[in-house]
């Protein structure tokens, strides 16, 4: 079976591209995103049966687990995967916060790790940590993180984080499964070791047949198994050629401007899955279309996932299917309301053939 998900715009939203987590090359938003309206994304997810909501971390977005923490309060099933910068907080603090949104959520939270790829944005944050000293903190962290869960007195004696007698007063129930992102060798080893879920950016399915192999191989070694997602952004409609008219008018929504400043900051950033977004695209507003549906024209200006199944409801059905390997999908469109009702009703309803369930 397959899990869906969707994503909250905590930066805003409206109908055009924008930025996912920093405010620079944003798009404007006409909705801002008070808990009103992403509470009103979040049960439309709900309602289409969505699994999860993913909400990002960055310097332009709302703190996910503070807003999540209320949105939780206006759904009743969904669960929050909130994202979370390893090395910006203790993990003997995460776990608590954790316990705390697990006891108010009723057990629907799930944890996305971002290391994070923009020096820029990292020092802004206090971080000097370079590439791969971040995923070795990153691996401690996780490790310093699910023995906090355990509930019981440990001490930890590591490069980055030193614990002494750490841990919950009590186990934690329902413990977050971990979802992990990264494409950088430093990445690939600490989700084979620690991850639950391996997150990928939408490429041609080949490549990520590729990167599925290459994961299991990983994960194998070290005794574990891994479930696999996929980040990619849906423009469905009842026929190809709708569907391609709405891909051309967000296109022509991305000032040339604004397309140029994207550009330039992807450039800078020491993130491989951001290199190979950014390669799928090469800066230019010509081949687009780099396989069947998919469509390189948002990671123009979004940072992170860059690509977008286009077609109709038959064919993303077809082309999410042939993602061999994937269990899980997190599928976004703008605007996110709107777009939820729309994806839910093409794609995950049960004549779609793809049923969705929970994660």
């Not at 309060?73 to 697990?102: D, I, K, N, W």
């Amino acid at each position: 079976m397959t899990t869906f998900h969707w994503f909250l715009p905590t930066t805003g939203d409206g109908d055009q591209v924008g930025a996912a987590t920093v405010a620079a090359g944003a798009a404007t938003h006409v909705r801002t995103p008070t808990v009103a309206y992403l509470s009103e994304v979040a049960r439309a997810a709900e309602e289409a049966g969505f699994a999860s909501v993913l909400t990002p971390v960055g310097a332009g977005c709302l703190d996910p687990l503070v807003m999540c923490t209320a949105i939780a309060q206006h759904t009743t099933t969904l669960r929050m995967l909130v994202a979370f910068r390893a090395g910006f907080t203790l993990p003997t603090l995460l776990a608590q916060q954790a316990e705390a949104f697990q006891w108010i959520s009723g057990g629907r939270l799930a944890l996305n790790v971002v290391t994070g790829g923009d020096q820029q944005e990292q020092r802004a944050y206090g971080d000097f940590v370079e590439h791969d000293g971040r995923y070795a903190r990153t691996a401690e962290y996780l490790q310093v993180l699910r023995n906090t869960w355990k509930g019981e007195r440990f001490d930890f004696h590591g490069d980055y984080y030193h614990i002494e007698c750490g841990g919950l007063g009590t186990p934690l129930a329902d413990v977050p499964p971990i979802y992990f992102g990264g494409a950088s060798p430093a990445a690939e080893d600490v989700a084979a070791q620690h991850a639950d879920v391996y997150l990928m950016w939408g490429e041609p399915p080949a490549a990520i047949a590729e990167r599925v192999a290459r994961m299991r191989a990983k994960a194998a070694a070290h005794g574990r198994t891994l479930r696999f997602g996929l980040r990619v952004h849906v423009i469905v409609r009842d026929d190809a050629d709708q569907a391609w008219a709405e891909a051309d008018r967000l296109l022509r929504g991305m000032d040339p401007a604004r397309i140029a400043a994207a550009q330039a900051r992807f450039a800078r950033m020491d993130s491989v899955g951001q290199a190979r977004m950014t390669a799928l695209n090469a800066g230019t507003t010509d081949g687009l279309v780099i396989a069947p549906n998919l469509w390189a024209g948002v990671g123009l200006v979004r940072e992170g996932a860059g690509t977008a199944l286009v077609g109709s409801p038959a064919e993303i059905r077809q082309r999410l299917a042939e993602y061999e390997g994937v269990d899980e999908f997190i599928l976004s469109g703008w605007p996110h309301l709107e777009e939820a009702h729309r994806v839910g009703a093409a794609v995950l309803s049960r004549r779609s053939g793809l049923t969705p369930v929970p994660a």
